[in-house]
């Protein structure tokens, strides 16, 4: 039921009744493996360089976990998957980011719409002013992904994904800023995944959560796999650890490391992965 | 579902309401600019500098010399009045009274700015000019005129004042010093430039009143008097408002020229008060932190 | 080890410091060369010592509590005395003033009759309808241009622009706020007058559509003197209020939920419509009601372009009329010619009229505002 309402108005390229690019090309196989992947990404502001030449792949229906110390860059790095930079005065990038065979920095590919496949979550939570309600449906709203008599319907499946249905089933009108702070940001989740995006990017989601709360939207993470391919920026290793399947590691700007998350966190090949994993670093 | 045509209508209804607000801006930035254009435009043919140096009157209007005197006392006046008071009564608000007290006094003070300059013009006249006797006078002028701006001074020094870190009360205190001594050097030294910045923004609404003005000062064309009362005092805006649609010659380009010269005062003050918050920012510490 | 105690007094001072503020540097410095060292020996038990004022903090404080007091008295003996003044004008015209529009000083030839036992030259009759329709008329003028304009404004300064080019804005704003009400007014009936009644209005009555609400449009358009210039240049004089409000106001909305929007592959003006406006919405209505109250009681511009006349009601947009601010200024002189002072007494409870419509206002743009936002509204113009 659930899956089902999710399903009509999602229309990730996988459907095919969307070209968001007409450069896009049709190869099964390779975006079966990696829907996402950047190559030799270097980027910056203005003149200081903040990641130096990445490359990167996002296995299809798996947690990704970017970890790295405070200022190496991660959190830019994200930022750049979906084109979150463009607004901030001075950002500049070389080398490119794939997503389905297309560079999304290509003229022909519109920030809207891959940010409608590319969805992002953020540190704190950040509810709109408006009723729970809209807020799930806002995005739904703004792309016209759905008539206007199913909106509710979608806002409560979108809710019951999420596990926030039942809490909140009579104040669907009500502002969003009386909730706690953990189900402000399964909120955002909600918000997120309505639009049916085909990638989720989320920001140390759990950073700004008490115990309980992140326990509740790591499992809400763990469920959205294999249906999504999911990036995660965490400073919580014990979390990386939980529910990446992937990790890479980032330290001033390079990626030191990448590959399984089990060799990354557990047994990494590099001095500096192993002394920040081991607690050593930062 | 999901359109092109959909996302072409987004883009460009987004593009149409940016146009339109950037039009917005141009509805400010144009008719300011028409405005100044219009009244230097009247005034600039005419100029001489004997106008600033004339009296009024006479054959050709004469010039404004003495408007100019008692427009100064006039605001010198004020800042001197509205100047104790508003700081005075901000300081009380924001520092010395106890938590949660001020609340009466300081919506009083914020719907005092509410008042309609020409009641207080009109009670100015019923009540100081006539049932005090005072006459037409500066005494009358500087009431009024300070009613009206005191709010926004008071507003100023409290916001200046609260805009002053706890830690640096809190250092002065443990230093020893006395209230008095805390307040002084930990308090009002760190707020003067945001004090001042309000005192000269306020001088500069009162030096361009004209409502309180023409029923308490009076009309004039001799300088001041060292009178506060019984003196009538005479001012630029009074030159603006009474000379523009006079039919004797000079009349109406007098009315332009006191106008251009109220425009240079106030845009002389507004950019005294940004040097002020540039200057005190100069020699700030907190400069080496960069931006913001 | 005194020394190391200023020492550490002074460093904290340094970090903890946030930006705008004057260099405390310099009274820590003078500090540790006078007054420090024999506090210092007092050490902790300072907090007691401290409620133990010498006699000039109290006298200060008391003068500063003085101070304080005079606004709240000088605003209730404002009110009172205007209705002192207004009672006789109260007592003859009773309802009558709200309801109807004459608006005849009598003849102050004729010898002064009695009603209700107040003296009043015969012929006299007050009714306040036609300015307070021309006060609110020209009052909604420019709220309606004023508002949209300053939130656009004020959002494109804040979202858009580059600093230099904001703070040569923000300028312009100040500048405007501090442009005397008489320039606005000479300009409007020397310059913008004469120019909207040349090229602009006859046009807009020509093509304007005879329908219902619309058809004020139409008909004679006068000299450029009234209602539409008027409102036209009130609105003028509140954008810098409402604009610099909501330019505080929008810069107060969080960025990450403005980030969120944008990540939901928002347009930069659904991100303005879905989150900026509706975040400060109430803030907006606050300034836009403290700019109406500002508007009502604009008095100079007011009186040299509305072309003053009373009693009787703007035909339509273009027309000469006259607000109760503008009528006080430009009446009290001969007012003053009735030795009865029924005139007078009038104009006072015009004025109380026109008192009570501002502080209504005033009052109600703070509360909206403070329930809801940090921001509290500028107190004078807005600069």
């Known amino acids: 039921m659930t899956q089902s309402l999710a399903s009509d108005i999602t229309t990730g390229p996988n459907q095919g009744d969307f070209d968001y690019s007409q450069k896009r090309i049709d190869d099964a196989s390779s975006q079966l493996q990696v829907p996402l992947k950047t190559i030799d990404l270097s980027v910056g502001f203005s003149h200081s360089t903040i990641l130096n030449e990445i490359s990167l792949s996002f296995p299809k229906g798996t947690i990704t976990a970017l970890v790295g110390p405070t200022g190496c860059g991660k959190s830019t790095f994200l930022r750049t998957l979906n084109r979150m930079n463009d607004h901030v005065r001075g950002f500049w990038h070389k080398g490119s980011v794939v997503l389905d065979d297309v560079n999304i920095y290509d003229k022909s590919v519109d920030p809207l719409v891959l940010r409608r496949n590319v969805g992002m979550v953020f540190q704190r939570p950040n509810p709109f002013p408006m009723s729970i309600k809209d807020n799930v449906v806002s995005g739904v709203k703004a792309h016209k992904l759905a008539k206007r008599k199913d909106l509710l319907a979608i806002a409560e499946s979108q809710l019951k994904e999420v596990g926030l249905y039942d809490a909140i089933a009579d104040r669907m009108d009500d502002s969003p800023f009386r909730l706690s702070g953990g189900q402000q940001q399964l909120l955002c989740l909600a918000r997120a995944l309505a639009v049916g995006p085909e990638v989720l990017l989320l920001d140390e989601p759990t950073a700004s959560l008490d115990p309980v709360s992140t326990s509740s939207v790591e499992s809400l993470i763990s469920a959205l796999v294999p249906k999504l391919t999911i990036v995660i920026v965490t400073h919580n290793l014990a979390q990386a650890r939980r529910i990446a399947q992937h990790a890479a590691f980032f330290f001033n700007g390079e990626l030191v490391e990448h590959g399984l998350a089990a060799q990354v966190l557990e047994d990494p090949e590099h001095e500096t992965t192993a002394q920040f994993v081991t607690g050593r670093m930062g | 579902m999901f359109s092109k045509s959909h996302l072409l209508r987004r883009k460009i209804l987004d593009k149409a309401m940016w146009a339109l607000a950037t039009f917005s801006l141009v509805c400010i930035v144009a008719p300011l600019a028409w405005l100044v254009w219009g009244v230097v435009g009247r005034a600039l043919p005419h100029w001489n500098w004997s106008l600033l140096t004339t009296k009024p009157g006479g054959a050709n209007g004469g010039g404004l010399s003495t408007l100019i005197v008692g427009t100064l006392v006039i605001t010198a006046g004020v800042a001197v009045v509205a100047g104790i008071i508003g700081i005075g009564s901000g300081l009380y608000l924001s520092e010395l009274c106890p938590e949660g007290k001020g609340k009466i006094l300081r919506t009083a003070s914020e719907v005092l700015s509410g008042v309609p300059a020409i009641v207080l013009g009109f009670l100015g006249y019923t009540v100081l000019v006539v049932e005090f006797k005072w006459g037409f006078s500066l005494g009358a002028a500087l009431v009024v005129l300070s009613i009206m701006v005191v709010p926004y001074i008071a507003k100023a020094t409290e916001v200046a004042i609260l805009q002053v870190p706890t830690a640096f009360r809190e250092a002065a205190e443990g230093l020893g010093m006395t209230r008095w001594q805390t307040l002084r050097r930990a308090v009002l030294k760190p707020a003067a430039p945001g004090i001042v910045t309000g005192l000269i923004i306020a001088l500069a609404i009162a030096m361009g009143e004209t409502a309180p003005l023409l029923y308490t000062a009076g009309a004039s064309n001799n300088f001041p008097t060292s009178h506060i009362t019984h003196s009538p005092v005479g001012f630029l805006t009074y030159a603006v408002w009474t000379d523009y649609n006079q039919p004797l010659a000079g009349s109406a380009e007098l009315s332009a020229t006191a106008a251009v010269l109220l425009l240079v005062i106030v845009l002389m003050l507004i950019l005294l008060s940004r040097l002020v918050i540039r200057v005190s920012k100069k020699y700030s510490i907190n400069n080496s932190h960069g931006g913001r | 080890m005194q020394a190391t105690w200023v020492f550490d007094g002074r460093s904290s001072t340094t970090v903890s410091a946030p930006g705008d503020v004057l260099a405390p540097s310099r009274i820590d410095e003078r500090d540790s060369g006078n007054g420090v060292g024999q506090f210092a020996r007092n050490d902790r038990p300072m907090s007691i010592l401290k409620k133990v004022f010498p006699k000039g903090d109290t006298l200060l404080v008391w003068f500063c509590k003085f101070l304080s007091y005079l606004p709240l008295l000088a605003l209730l003996g404002i009110v009172g005395e205007l209705f ?300």
Not at chain 3, 99 to 122: C, F, L, Q, R
Not at chain 3, 148 to 167: F, M, N, R
Not at chain 3, 356 to 382: C, H
């Open chain 3, 84 to 383: 002192f003044q207004a009672l006789p004008s109260i007592k003859v015209s009773g309802f009558g003033f709200f309801t109807t529009s004459d608006w005849k000083p009598g003849s102050s030839y004729a010898n002064p009759i009695s009603t209700s036992g107040v003296m009043h030259p015969p012929g006299a009759h007050f009714g306040i309808v036609p300015l307070i329709v021309g006060t609110i008329s020209t009052s909604l003028i420019a709220i309606v241009i004023a508002v949209p304009v300053s939130i656009g404004a004020a959002i494109i300064i804040v979202e858009k622009l580059p600093a230099k080019l904001s703070g040569f804005l923000g300028l312009s704003l100040e500048v405007l706020a501090g442009v005397p009400s008489v320039v606005f007014g000479l300009w409007g009936v020397l310059v913008l007058g004469p120019f909207l009644s040349h090229h602009i209005t006859p046009f807009i009555s020509k093509h304007a559509p005879n329908v219902p609400v619309l058809n004020i449009f139409k008909g004679p358009t006068g000299a450029g003197e009234g209602l539409l210039t008027s409102g036209l240049v009130l609105s003028l004089m509140i954008i810098p209020i409402i604009a610099s409000t909501c330019r505080e106001l929008f810069r107060q909305v969080p960025v990450t939920a403005r980030e969120g929007a944008r990540a939901l592959g928002m347009t930069d003006y659904e991100v303005v419509r879905k989150v900026d406006i509706p975040w400060v919405s109430s803030g907006i209505i606050g300034a836009s009601v403290l700019g109406l109250g500002r508007a009502l009681g604009e008095t100079m511009a007011v009186a040299m372009i509305s072309g003053s006349v009373t009693g009787t009601f703007p035909a339509n947009i273009y027309s000469t009329m006259s607000t109760i601010a503008a009528t006080i200024v430009s009446q009290l002189d001969s007012a003053l010619t009735d030795s009865t002072n029924f005139f007078v007494s009038s104009l006072a409870e015009a004025g109380l009229v026109l008192l009570a419509m501002s502080l209504m206002a005033n009052l109600f743009a703070r509360f909206l505002v403070k329930r809801v936002s940090g921001t509290a509204l500028p107190v004078g113009r807005g600069v």
